[in-house]
């Protein structure tokens, strides 16, 4: 699919804008990345959005707005090696929908971390189509391996130089935050090159919401929500043992509605369960539901590991903020989430990972 011709008088090169997963599969970076095309086609961009879907691949035009999706089968994120392998095919298929397309030379290409390391594909694309590379962080990879292992092999660390001088080819960076920005500082981008341009909830949220209905097994409780993603990133052992803690020793009118994918969302249903803490797990809900699941908390949890401060940065809490709900939070005060919500949360707490007591009596303050 080509995007159509220029209006007269628009000097704006075509902007192609490459993620993972576009609506109305889940994915964050999909659902922001077709939030920000269709309001830079709106405002008379020509504007080629690339991406994939677990549906038939499709080709769409709306006015200005060109979507392409690829049919792509899902993965099992927690299989390291067929992840990798999946990202290099799907990296490469992503790759040759902007090469194969006449209108690419001497586009704009903006690129996310997600798929991980597209950075290597979108170096070669600016040789191949003289492309100016805009490079939206949402993830940094290779660190967010390294932080999950701990370690940094010998092999991870020369694909972390290699990277370190790839990034130094991109014309244009655009942080999700301070955090980030202090990564990209510290890595040799100049500043000069770096603006931060933060996300908003994915959808319109007031705050004054219709609260969705509470699952039967947190009847009688307040909610504790955690919506989203529960992933590598994301603290598991300061919330299992905090929610322990509270349900033994203190008042126990928290319960945790997960609302939520990921390896560790399943780590932590399955603990709590084990201590008899109560639990709702449902699925993610669509998009037009979140108002009213956030309305439907009594506080929002937010966890992050140390490690992942900066090079990760859930979206979710632009969501939080906008409920109005209190928000706790398990993570690092060097993360743009303490920043975030110590501005602009009506009532926020923030526990140390580590700290389960700490955690125990956050909850007893915001259920009192």
């Keep these: 699919m080509e995007i159509g011709p220029d209006f007269a008088g628009n000097r704006q ?22 939030i920000a095309a269709q309001k830079l086609a709106a405002s008379g961009r020509n504007v080629h959005l690339v991406g994939l879907t677990s549906g038939p691949a499709s080709c769409q035009r709306i006015e200005r707005l060109a ?14 090696m067929r992840r990798l392998l999946w990202s290099a095919a ?24 997600a798929p991980p390391f597209f950075l290597y594909f979108a170096v070669v694309l600016k040789l191949l189509r003289r492309m100016r590379l805009i490079y939206r962080i949402t993830d940094f990879y290779p ?15 020369v694909l972390a130089r290699l990277t370190w001088w ?3 080819r991109v014309d244009r960076f655009e942080a999700l935050g301070e955090d980030q920005k202090k990564i990209l500082l510290g890595g040799g981008i100049a500043p000069e090159r770096i603006t931060i341009e933060r996300d908003g909830p994915p959808v319109a949220i007031s705050g004054r919401e219709t609260p969705a209905a509470k699952p039967p097994a947190l009847a009688g409780c307040r ?27 203190g008042t126990g009118q928290f319960g945790l509605w997960l609302n939520a994918s990921g390896q560790n969302a399943d780590a932590v249903e399955r603990r709590l369960s084990a201590f008899g803490v109560p639990l709702a797990r449902t699925p993610m809900v669509a998009l037009p539901e979140l108002p009213a699941l956030l309305a439907a908390a009594d506080a929002h949890l937010i966890t992050l590991r140390p490690e992942f401060a900066g090079i990760v940065l859930p979206s979710k809490v632009y969501g939080c903020i906008r409920s109005g709900r209190p928000i706790l939070f398990v993570g690092p005060e060097s993360s743009d989430v303490h920043l ?17 007591a700490g955690f ?5 303050a915001l259920g009192g």
Aim: proline content about 5%; overall charge positive; hydrophobic content about 45%.
């Design 223 to 249: 909610v504790l929500l955690y919506s989203g993603n529960y992933g590598i990133a994301h603290e598991v052992e300061t919330v299992v043992q905090g929610l322990a803690l509270h349900r033994r020793d």
């Design 340 to 356: 975030l919500c110590a501005r602009g949360a009506q009532r926020y707490v923030r526990v140390a990972p580590g700290d389960a």
């Design 90 to 113: 799907t990296n490469s298929r992503l790759a040759w929908a902007v090469l194969r397309n006449p209108k690419s030379y001497r586009a704009e290409l903006q690129f996310t971390g």
């Design 13 to 34: 090169p075509a902007l192609f804008y490459v993620v993972d997963w576009l609506p109305p599969d889940f994915g964050a970076v999909g659902q922001y990345a077709l």
């Design 67 to 80: 979507i392409e999706r690829l049919h792509a089968r899902l993965y099992e994120k927690s299989r390291f």
């Design 143 to 157: 660190e967010t391996i390294i932080a999950h292992l701990g370690r940094r092999p010998l092999s991870l660390g």
């Design 166 to 168: 790839l990034r130094r």
């Design 360 to 364: 125990a009596r956050a909850l007893e």
